[in-house]
């Protein structure tokens, strides 16, 4: 019964989200309290897509990691790509064991990444949406997870996913104009310049900096810079 009370739990939880900011700060926390390092919700990729910055729903994985993952082509041929591609059953991770056949350039590039970043093992949850969309989350760090533990994240994943699948339809059908200037502000800020920093690089007032950022962050229906800059990143609207 106890067990069935927390499922419980977390369905209502999980309905309950409104922004993916509120799942972003679910997430870092259940991630936390795990002990782990990152989380990822993903779409799976398409024979189109090469780049995991493509496919990335939501997640807290560094943008510098991303973009190194990417300049490096890593998801080609990607073991873990390739499994869940083939197999919708969840499995642990390590880095190094996984990647056992692959190239030895980029065995030994991936395996040192993820080593730096503190995510050298995890594991992935291949989900699904209503419209039969193909996704995962994954959540690492430096351990493996038992049967229950796996039990319990597939079930927080397939509802998350469900969730964000949901909400991303939702905003699709609410397209967001911006000026120049506003992204440019929302671009820096996203790589962790400040109000003055952003102002001396656009040749700003910071007063004109705050004001266009504040417009981003109510288009974007937030009420913070770091919520504004998760949901641009998410939507795509800009990349660091």
Known sequence: MKLEAEFNRIEEVAAGFNTHYEVFKYMKGLTQDLGMNAFLFMTLPTVDILEIGATKIITNWPAEMVDFYD???LMIDSPVIRRMLRSTSPFNY?????????????KSTVIELFNR????????FPVHDAAGGRGAMSISGSRNFS?????????????????LSQLTLNEKHKPIEFTASEL???RLTAGG?????????LDLSENA????IGSAIKKLGCTTRTQAVVSALRLNVIRV
Do not use: P, Q, S, W
């Open 117 to 124: 970043y503190g995510m050298e093992k995890g594991a992935y």
């Open 209 to 212: 900096v705050n004001n266009h």
């Open 193 to 201: 310049r400040k109000g003055n920093e952003i102002a001396k690089l």
């Open 71 to 73: 300049a490096h082509n």
């Open 147 to 163: 049967m229950i533990e796996m039990a319990k994240l597939l079930f927080i994943a397939t509802l998350i996913y469900d969730r």
């Open 94 to 106: 390590d880095v190094e064991a996984i990647n056992t056949n692959r190239g030895e350039g980029k």
């Open 184 to 186: 440019d502000c929302l």
